[in-house]
């Protein structure tokens, strides 16, 4: 008899509005880890929304950020120290030979897409990618040291600042990480090596210098540790593991202590396993948890695992936004204070949420934990998604929950200036949607010692030792998910779907056949003997749901934001006849006016919201309150209703530029 391995009750369905704006992440973390994962030679996305990034990533974003990348002058940073051709260094950061690596990583993964004739980069695009691949590789190599120190701010006859001098702005091991990211990438994913032998290199100088024994000093911004243990595990060379595990040790010991912006932004403050909660500047701080997270991986360290899921869980709870980001003050891109999440001041930035998925991904690898993903989730499609337009040639580099007429950049709103941006000074955030993009496929899909783990649910291709499946779903617009068996082992074999948190009452089917759906942990485990063409159905329901805030979120009390699915909505002012200011939410539904999709595709996606006027309020700016209702500013008054369109919030700023809000005044 085939068997369905659940355990335990249905967990509580986590619900937007009863933290802020987040769902209940993990807690004790589980004996064993979730499994190994599936890289892009054992998934292909195909046609859902997450496929379709991965075509216009590879049509337009990648070819966008290419030109952007020589346009900005960072190949001439490079061709400067390798030909001394005497031109000065091109930019204000020391960081930008990363916006290289990072196309190089995106540049890797589409190559090899287009080798197997998977994905969309053809003829002449395919070759303007591999003439920059091709290009960049030769710079980066000629600029190399014979040492093999690699960073061309600080090299050149006419650099200004030396080599190893400012750890805290310099940014060399920063640079380092992502160099080892593009290399991994090009030996994994074509077989090229030798982007590899510069990074190991350039890492075997920093172990040799910064190894135990050697100068007791770290990077003022963390990311060379997530990269040093997939080296490690690449090549088994254990000093770079023992290197990473080093650099998150260190770190905290006040090197950093009268620095610009003081220590906390560093993420020097104190040392990571003394935190309570996430603070200080956002991206380098998840990017350090990511580190930690891969070290105790590797460590078999729970004790240091189980410190790291308290930190996210604080984060998620207190310090995230309904949209996965993270990040509220611009002052030092930072975290707030707990429950510190205003809407329009939110900083949210891109390479923050590419942090996040980061970590989250290593948690839920460590942990096995469902609720990791559904935040992850959330992430992807609300927080991280936002930082991109539909073009995928313009990009946000915060990203707030609220715009307000008089918010465009100081200037009168003008179509013909979209308020994304083409590219930036500090131009972190398009080549990290690039790269990050490209590699979505490595973050669906785990195999284990008995079967097959769907973590993400896409449509897509999955082949593993011990089955091999078809994912065919219009997530997350639709809840429907059919997993069409395409082989299987002789042996029974146990497939895993997860259940994201918000799915309060699925239902799934094996060959029509009901069977139980009582998930207790959010994965549908299902054990058999599969044979090719069996079909597990999973229907998720997804209905339009209004949620509050934790109380705390002041700038959230008394308001709802709409929700469908882990997609979060929001409303546009082109969508509404009255002022954002001035709109009281009634009601959502889970279905766009009808008018509205066809007159515009971007709505097709949409919630329909009724809403109404709130009544003017008096000239008095701080009227007496409603001795009847502390809490009630507005007095209930009836009024007619008028239906709008709520976009996905990823989508909003795609038309004229105007006011948006998350968060909606209710009734």
Same mark, same amino acid.
């Given at each position: 008899?085939?068997?369905?391995?659940?355990?335990?009750?249905?967990?509580?369905?986590? #619900?937007?509005?009863?933290?802020?704006?987040? /769902? =209940?992440?993990?807690? +004790?973390?589980?004996?064993?880890?979730?499994?190994?994962?599936?890289?892009?030679?054992? *998934?292909?996305?195909?046609?859902?929304?997450?496929?379709?990034?991965?075509?216009?990533?590879?049509?337009?974003?990648? =070819?966008?950020?290419?030109?952007?990348?020589?346009?900005?002058?960072?190949?001439?940073?490079? #061709?400067?120290?390798?030909?001394?051709?005497?031109? =000065?260094?091109?930019?204000?950061?020391?960081?930008? @030979? +990363?916006?290289?690596?990072?196309?190089?990583?995106?540049?890797?993964?589409?190559?090899?897409?287009?080798?197997?004739?998977?994905?969309?980069? %053809?003829?002449?695009?395919?070759?303007?990618?591999?003439?920059?691949?091709?290009?960049?590789?030769?710079?980066? /190599?000629?600029?190399?040291?014979?040492?093999? &120190?690699?960073?061309s701010f600080h090299q050149g006859a006419d650099a200004t600042v030396p080599p190893w001098s400012d750890l805290a702005g310099g940014h060399e091991l920063y640079n380092l990480g992502h160099l080892v990211q593009g290399a991994l990438a090009a030996a994994r994913r074509l077989g090229d090596h030798r982007l590899l032998t510069v990074a190991r290199r350039f890492a075997d100088l920093v172990v040799d210098r910064f190894g135990p024994g050697g100068r007791a000093e770290y990077c003022?911004?963390?990311?060379?540790? *997530?990269?040093?243990?997939?080296? &490690?595990?690449?090549?088994?060379?254990?000093?770079?593991?023992?290197?990473?595990?080093?650099?998150?040790?260190?770190?905290?010991?006040?090197?950093f202590a009268t620095a610009p912006f003081g220590p906390a932004y560093y993420a020097d403050h104190a040392p990571l396993r003394d935190l309570d909660t996430v603070s200080g500047h956002a991206v380098r701080m998840v990017y350090l948890a990511a580190g930690a997270t891969d070290v105790a991986i590797e460590r078999r360290d729970p004790a240091r695992i189980e410190h790291l899921v308290r930190?996210?869980?604080?984060?998620?709870?207190?310090?995230? &936004?309904? /949209?996965?980001?993270?990040?509220?003050?611009?002052?030092?891109? !930072?975290?707030? @204070?707990?429950?510190?999440?205003?809407?329009?001041?939110?900083?949210?930035?891109?390479?923050?949420?590419?942090?996040?998925?980061?970590?989250?991904?290593?948690?839920?690898? !460590?942990?096995?934990?469902?609720?990791?993903?559904?935040?992850?989730?959330?992430?992807?499609?609300?927080?991280?998604?936002?930082?991109?337009s539909r073009d995928g040639t313009r990009f946000f580099y915060d990203n707030p929950l609220q715009r307000r007429p008089d918010h465009l950049d100081g200037r009168p709103a003008d179509p013909a200036q979209p308020l994304r941006r083409p590219w930036f000074g500090c131009a972190c955030c398009p080549p990290n949607v690039a790269r990050w993009i490209s590699g979505l496929q490595d973050h669906v899909a785990l195999e284990t010692p008995d079967g097959l783990t769907l973590a993400l649910l /896409?449509?897509? #291709?999955?082949?593993?030792?011990?089955?091999?499946?078809?994912?065919?779903?219009?997530?997350?617009?639709?809840?429907?998910? +059919?997993?069409?068996?395409?082989?299987?082992?002789?042996?029974?074999?146990?497939? +895993?779907?997860?259940?994201?948190?918000? !799915?309060?009452?699925? #239902?799934?089917?094996?060959?029509?056949?009901? *069977?139980?759906?009582?998930?207790?942990?959010?994965?549908?485990?299902? %054990?058999?003997?599969?044979?090719?063409?069996?079909?597990?159905?999973?229907?998720?329901?997804? =209905?339009?749901?209004? *949620?509050t805030a934790h109380p705390a979120v002041d700038a959230a009390r008394g308001a709802v934001a709409a929700v469908r699915g882990p997609v979060v909505h929001c409303l546009e002012q082109a969508d509404s006849p009255v002022p954002l200011d001035e709109v009281v939410v009634h009601d959502v539904g889970a279905a766009p006016p009808s008018d509205d999709a066809a007159r515009d595709p971007l709505l097709a996606h949409a919630l329909t919201a009724h809403v109404s006027r709130r009544p003017a309020p008096s000239d008095d700016p701080y009227p007496a309150a409603d001795r009847t209702d502390p809490d009630r500013t507005d007095p209930p008054t009836p009024s007619t209703t008028t239906p709008v369109a709520l976009v996905p919030y990823h989508l909003w700023a795609n038309r004229e530029p105007g006011a948006m809000r998350v968060w909606l005044r209710h009734t």
């Open positions: 008899m085939p068997s369905d391995t659940t355990t335990g009750a249905h967990r509580r369905a986590a #619900r937007l509005g009863t933290t802020p704006a987040t /769902t =209940p992440a993990a807690t +004790t973390p589980p004996a064993r880890p979730a499994g190994r994962p599936l890289g892009a030679d054992h *998934v292909v996305l195909t046609d859902g929304l997450l496929g379709g990034w991965q075509r216009r990533n590879s049509e337009r974003t990648l =070819p966008h950020v290419i030109a952007q990348v020589r346009t900005s002058g960072v190949l001439d940073n490079f #061709r400067r120290v390798a030909h001394a051709t005497g031109e =000065p260094f091109r930019g204000r950061y020391p960081f930008a @030979d +990363t916006d290289a690596y990072k196309t190089l990583e995106a540049a890797a993964y589409e190559l090899a897409r287009a080798e197997a004739a998977v994905g969309s980069v %053809t003829g002449n695009s395919t070759a303007a990618v591999r003439a920059f691949y091709e290009e960049t590789l030769a710079l980066v /190599t000629a600029a190399q040291a014979d040492d093999g &120190y690699l960073s003022g911004h963390p990311q060379v540790e *997530v990269a040093l243990v997939e080296l &490690y595990r690449e090549t088994g060379h254990e000093p770079y593991l023992r290197q990473a595990e080093v650099f998150v040790e260190r770190r905290g010991s006040g090197l930190l996210w869980d604080d984060m998620v709870r207190t310090k995230s &936004y309904v /949209t996965g980001g993270i990040g509220s003050r611009h002052s030092d891109e !930072a975290f707030g @204070d707990r429950y510190e999440l205003p809407s329009d001041r939110a900083y949210a930035e891109t390479c923050a949420a590419v942090g996040t998925i980061q970590w989250g991904w290593r948690l839920f690898l !460590a942990t096995g934990s469902a609720a990791v993903l559904d935040h992850v989730e959330r992430v992807l499609y609300n927080g991280f998604a936002a930082g991109v /896409t449509a897509c #291709r999955v082949r593993s030792a011990a089955l091999s499946v078809e994912v065919v779903t219009d997530f997350p617009w639709d809840g429907r998910v +059919t997993v069409r068996v395409l082989d299987a082992r002789d042996a029974p074999a146990t497939l +895993t779907v997860r259940v994201p948190g918000w !799915a309060t009452t699925p #239902r799934a089917t094996v060959d029509g056949t009901r *069977v139980s759906t009582d998930v207790g942990d959010g994965w549908l485990r299902l %054990t058999r003997a599969w044979r090719p063409g069996q079909e597990v159905v999973l229907d998720l329901p997804m =209905p339009a749901r209004l *949620v």
